[in-house]
């Protein structure tokens, strides 16, 4: 079975500083990995994923991420936020060709101006 | 296309009552799911669906919950009876034919059971 461990709950930053999310999945297999955002009273929307290939993974409203393999580690960055990137950020794994996801706690990131 | 359709957006209702949650999945999906979102929980698959069949049913927390699918485009998940503990918010998502990945979220149903 995979678990994904988001290391932050909660991060505030100002608008137009960058902002990064952490994190951390365990899996004994190959895994796919998820970055989905869910804005206020809506459902989630998928902002990237890596599934093989290169590990730097550019995805929607200039989000990117690292699929890094030694350090487990799957983390969010935006070079600089705006004030509707404000919302809830949830990291989620499942192994290569498995339909099951696994989705970590959540981050909340509040911009503010 | 006009993608996950979930109904009611909101219900309230009692202890004890029957509650059913419906779900559209976007045409031409084969794989259907159904998350439950709570503070305490998080993000929990509570059963899925492949071709109308169910495949994997562990995550539905107690017999007082089922699930089906009835056609390719349509699909309820029943409490009955209901519970406070059963208050959350209630996901579908389905995924497109041919595809591992990418599951498109519905709005959620947000349920309150008082």
């Known amino acids: 079975a995979q678990s994904v461990t988001q290391l932050d709950s909660q991060v505030p930053v100002f608008e137009e500083a960058p902002v990064e999310l952490r994190c951390n999945y365990s899996?004994?297999?190959?895994?796919?990995l998820f970055w989905y955002v869910q804005y206020p009273n809506q459902g989630l929307q998928l902002l990237l994923k890596y599934l093989s290939g290169s590990t730097l993974v550019k995805g929607i409203n200039g989000f990117e991420a690292e699929f890094n393999k030694s350090q487990t580690s799957f983390h969010l960055r935006k070079p600089s936020v705006h004030i509707s990137d404000t919302a809830e950020y949830f990291c989620a794994v499942s192994g290569a060709n498995d339909y099951k996801l696994s989705f970590g706690a959540g981050t909340t990131v509040t911009v503010r101006a | 296309d006009a993608g996950v359709i979930q109904s009611p957006r909101h219900e309230v209702t009692e202890m004890g009552q029957e509650v059913t949650l419906r779900c559209k999945p976007i045409?031409?999906?084969?794989?259907l799911f159904w998350y439950r979102q709570t503070m305490m929980r998080g993000l929990e698959l509570l059963i899925y669906f492949n071709n109308n069949v169910p495949i994997d049913d562990s995550g539905m927390p107690e017999d007082r919950f089922s699930a089906k699918m009835p056609n390719a485009s349509f699909s309820t998940l029943k409490i009955q009876p209901s519970e406070p503990r059963d208050s959350a918010v209630y996901f579908c998502?389905?995924?497109?034919?041919?595809?591992?990945?990418?599951?498109?979220f519905g709005p959620g149903t947000r349920l309150t059971v008082l």
């Open positions: 045409s031409g999906h084969d794989y």
């Open positions: 998502a389905s995924t497109p034919v041919g595809s591992t990945d990418t599951q498109y």
């Open positions: 899996s004994s297999v190959s895994v796919y």
